[in-house]
């Protein structure tokens, strides 16, 4: 197996870890550890499907002109020879898993969101430590593939009422944080109240609709403010304006976007209140 396709930010490390490299049952495992933001550019691989991951993080992927994000228990998938771009905040690790075969829930797919479970994690996790069983990885590569499946139903078709309804939109809007839906709608769309989805996220989140949304968007900012200008950004991340973006930046992490590369090595995160695992970003 070999890997092209140069990255538009350079990692602080890359190791691989490759196991029956050259047969169609090998695997590729590529670590990456960012300082700065990381960026996978617009490239094509021929002869590899792709998977990429973090655990730590929220990426940022883009097939075409459809964007996407994706939490640590989410994967983006890639077809071989389709075009996509992956991004990464600073100070993450990113592991690039390579395949000849596609994984069976996700035939069809030519690039797009999946989910991963706990046990295939830790497997590409173990996969990638000095000193591993090159005889246990077929099991590995099996099990890791058995733990891909497509995206659980949008939000909207989920059933009506219960707990839960405000991480049935935090799902959605993690995968989107542009999506410009307000919370009246959101309410009527899983047929409960406004007040019955407020106090949902009260209760899950420790916060209201709108804060958590502006703490998304702005974490998934930090994954594209590296190689995009802050006009792009702040579109594709939901604001309305550049200027209300900024002032948004501004209060949250104390320096406006454009400051923020010089500032990558000190902690810009949000605060410290954890999401639930399928939306942390």
């Not at 989910?115 to 996790?125: E, F, K, Q, S, Y």
């Not at 996969?127 to 949008?154: K, V």
């Not at 792009?232 to 923020?260: D, K, L, M, Q, W």
């Amino acid at each position: 197996m070999t890997v092209t396709g140069p990255t538009t930010a350079d990692p602080a490390s890359c190791d691989e870890f490759g196991y029956g490299l050259g047969h169609p049952d090998g695997i590729l495992v590529l670590r990456y550890r960012s300082v700065t933001r990381l960026a996978f550019g617009e490239n094509r691989q021929d002869f590899l499907h792709q998977l990429y991951w973090s655990p730590d993080g929220l990426l940022s992927a883009r097939h075409g002109r459809h964007s996407t994000f994706v939490g640590p228990d989410e994967v983006f998938w890639v077809h071989r020879a389709v075009t996509h771009e992956v991004h990464a905040a600073d100070r993450q690790s990113v592991y690039r898993i390579c395949l000849r075969e596609v994984p069976t829930a996700l035939a069809g797919l030519r690039a797009g969101a999946a989910t991963i479970d706990a046990d295939a994690a830790r497997l590409v996790l173990a996969l990638t430590e000095r000193g591993y069983d090159e005889r246990d990885a077929p099991h590995a590569r099996s099990r890791i593939m058995a733990g891909l499946t497509p995206l659980a139903r949008p939000a909207d078709d989920r059933p009506a009422g219960g707990p839960g309804v405000a991480v049935a939109v935090a799902t959605a809007l993690a995968h989107d944080p542009g999506d410009a839906t307000g919370l009246a709608e959101w309410a009527e769309r899983l047929h409960v109240s406004v007040k019955t989805l407020q106090r949902d996220f009260d209760r899950e989140f420790g916060m209201s609709y709108s804060q958590w949304r502006t703490r998304l968007r702005l974490r998934a900012s930090l994954a594209l403010l590296e190689t995009r200008p802050v006009g792009e950004v702040a579109r594709r991340i939901g604001y309305a304006s550049p200027s209300a973006f900024i002032s948004a930046f501004a209060r949250e992490y104390g320096c406006t976007p454009g400051r923020a590369a010089a500032l990558r090595r000190t902690d810009l995160s949000p605060p410290s209140r954890p999401l639930p695992a399928a939306t942390r970003p």
